[in-house]
């Protein structure tokens, strides 16, 4: 017992023992820190999904998969699937069975179903892109250029069939007013501009101009409410995409 206590005096007093213990320590804690660190950013790698990605000028994109940069609006998007339960007024069906990956996202509530309910702009109508309800899609574009938009949605009336789609904070002429007139009650791929003239839309009129290689940010916004989105695309050539 005295043996050992007199060692680690020994080594206590030894200075250049106990700086070599200082520096292992250091060199030990230096290389704990690092694998931390190490393991921090490998899983903040992994909770980060991989941007979307453009392909040979053409992308497809479920609208579930959103991000909403404000919640509190008078509009808002729900995911719609086999679970939602919400009591919300416009929502008395559901489509999800028949929408793309079991889901669809729907703008609620919805208080003018009909042309004789009520339109008060800024609440349930928005002819002004970008001012309601914006959900946002970051996406890599491999090919810039001119993209056609493409949107299939599920219209049961004639008050949910508009809705206004933008680029990087912008709202150009060309995405706004998309309109859906043929093919009521069904999940219905459409690319048309509703103008004054032609009420049911103009086609080749909805595009995006992406400027750069690189990522941009899709956005949509409310132009009916109501208004039931299952996806988008976006292709170089006129084409309605295939189911
Ligand atoms: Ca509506
Ligand atoms: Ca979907």
């Not at 889901?103 to 002004?128: Q, W």
Request: hydrophobic content about 30%.
């Amino acid at each position: 017992m005295r043996q050992k206590t007199n060692q680690l005096s020994k080594n206590y007093i030894n200075k250049p023992m106990h700086t070599a213990y200082m520096h292992k320590s250091r060199s030990y804690m230096e290389r704990i820190i690092g694998l931390l660190v190490m393991i921090v950013v490998a899983s903040s790698c992994g909770n980060t999904e991989p941007p979307l990605r453009e392909k040979d000028g053409f992308i497809m994109v479920e609208a579930e998969n959103f991000e909403s940069p404000d919640t509190s609006d008078v509009r808002r998007w729900y995911v719609i699937d086999s679970t939602f339960s919400k009591n919300i007024q416009g929502f008395n069906n559901n489509y999800y069975s028949s929408s793309s990956k079991g889901k669809y996202i729907m703008l609620l509530p919805d208080t003018r179903v009909t042309h004789d309910d009520t339109l008060v702009a800024g609440l349930n109508f928005s002819n002004e892109p970008g001012k309601i309800a914006i959900i946002d899609y970051p996406i890599y574009f491999e090919n810039p250029g001119k993209y056609y938009v493409w949107v299939s949605a599920y219209s049961s009336g004639t008050e949910d069939n508009g809705i206004h789609v933008g680029i990087n904070g912008q709202w150009p002429e060309s995405g706004a007013r998309m309109q859906w007139c043929k093919n009521k009650n069904q999940w219905t791929w459409e690319s048309k501009q509703r103008t004054d003239e032609q009420h049911c839309g103009v086609e080749r009129q909805i595009y995006l101009d992406i400027p750069t290689k690189g990522l941009h940010t899709i956005s949509f916004s409310m132009r009916e409410d109501g208004f039931r989105f299952d996806r988008f695309a976006l292709s170089k050539e006129y084409k309605k995409p295939e189911n």
